[in-house]
């Protein structure tokens, strides 16, 4: 009987005589990995799966909006790890330690602060801190006030 090594463990294992082409032993944690390099490599390479599990986790995220929050609520060591490792990817970049009120998520709002009618310029401003996405650091110069844009 042929033993081959598990592409996941590197253990020894006889291959079943009805898979001739098996590479992962039947260990639990091999079978789950089996699967996870499958679903890689299938969102990978096909544009249907891939978008059909993009809706699956958008759907299940709409049923449970507050999933996350309560668990890191219920697991302060994933929080900290988490913080851990930001740290570590600031240093690597070379990024100042930010205070943590300057870590910010898309569309997030420190509140409603009134400002004023009038045309504005938008400026970058170079800022230590770390954002996602479409978070952008400006400085506001008002040009003229009062002044109503027609379009």
Sequence with gaps: METRRCEACG???????????????SARACQRERRRRWQREKRRSDPDYRDNQARAQQHWRERHPQYWREYRRRHPEYVEGNRNAQRRRNRRRGVPEPPAATIAKMDASEGISPVPSGTYRLQPVDASGI?????????????????????
């Design 11 to 25: 253990e020894g294992f006889h291959p079943r005589a009805q898979n001739p082409q098996q590479h992962y032993c």
């Design 131 to 151: 954002a996602k996405m479409d978070a952008w650091t400006v400085r506001i110069v008002v040009l003229s006030e009062g002044c109503a844009i027609r379009g």
